[in-house]
């Protein structure tokens, strides 16, 4: 896989380039053609020598990710009873966030106070990483992370709202009983209506390719999720202006595609990707302007536990190289992990905390 380069390096025609190709596989997409969406292959071209690849993606049989895909009911439930009532979930049972662990206790290192608590790691707040004591930074420990909230948590607290959990409307919940995983999704979540595109990163492709989706046409919702905002170096080679710097990358491109078609519904998040509930992305294509590899490999596995189609993008500076990779989730076909080695996974970098400190979530950063 081409390694993605830092987007302030990146030359604007050749970011321009990716999008654009990008937002023309989108719109065959959007009429059902995935021959011309080229759906299952991997296009390639080099600029420095005119040159273009396309090469169709194999489905690697020891792909490290197992391609399955979630069935997904939309829950009412709004506490911990109601949830387990609703799943008929019956005798032992636990609960997982797909995609997250849950800090089950932070530790204030200066004087040693404990804050007891249940969530997602990547949405603990402000609050909840502060010493009420003495003001300090409290430190998650290792052994305090969960991918599994225990039957026993789950009994003792069944009225408990789901909120109080860390959870959001949207949320994908999988219990894990004796019947076999029930996949929830809780209430409330923004409505999906018409043809819907979720831009992951708006920085060097993303920020190019949302004024291109809003002259679509057919775009009718799009979800722009990036955390980061725009700083002095993006101004050589994103599509943005000396007003938008300091400012969230989301928040900037969602004013700007409203401007350019006022009727689209877009919903910015200033928020890292593993923070996003998962049921926002149901019934949209992802397209992945990430630049790293635990981004990419996060929205993957989006793509196929929804079963939604997944557009990756990236570019290369050095060698003038743009790379589009285009998937239709299915247990049988390639995925983005398909084509990775030893090397890549060697590369991935690991945020999980073995002792001291709170982690920045870098593994899910955005463009």
Known sequence: ????????????????????????????????????????????????GHRQLVTRIPRNPHCRFDHRRMRIRTATARCVGELLAEAEAGGDVTASLPGHVFVGELRCPACGAVNALWRPLARLSAGDRTCR???????????????????????????????????????VVTLHGAGGPVHLELPDAPARCGAGVAVLGCGAIGSHLCATLARSGWLRRAILVDFDGYEPGNLAGQAIEPGDLGRPKALVQ?????????????????????????????????????DNRGARQRANEIAFRLGVPLFDAAIDAGDLLTRVTAVLPDESVAC???????????????????????????DAAVA
């Open 254 to 290: 969602a004013e700007r595609m409203r401007r350019i078609e006022p009727r689209l519904e877009v919903h910015p998040q200033v928020a890292r990707l593993e923070a996003v509930p998962w049921g926002q992305f149901r019934g949209t294509a992802l397209v992945s302007c990430l």
């Open 133 to 171: 004591g003495c003001g300090a930074l409290l430190a998650v420990r290792g052994f305090e992370l969960h991918p599994h909230l225990a039957t026993q948590m789950l009994a003792a607290r069944c009225d408990l709202p789901l909120a109080k959990l860390g959870l959001a409307p949207g949320d």
């Open 1 to 48: 896989m081409m390694p993605p380069v830092a987007p302030t390096r990146a030359p604007a025609a050749l970011a321009e380039l990716a999008a654009a190709e990008l937002a023309l596989a989108l719109t065959a997409l959007d009429a059902s053609d995935f021959g011309r969406a080229g759906v299952g292959f991997e296009r390639m071209r080099e600029l420095g």
């Open 336 to 362: 983005l992990e398909c084509a990775w080695g030893t090397r890549d996974y060697e590369l991935l970098e690991q945020r999980l905390p073995c002792a001291e400190g709170l982690p920045p979530s870098a």
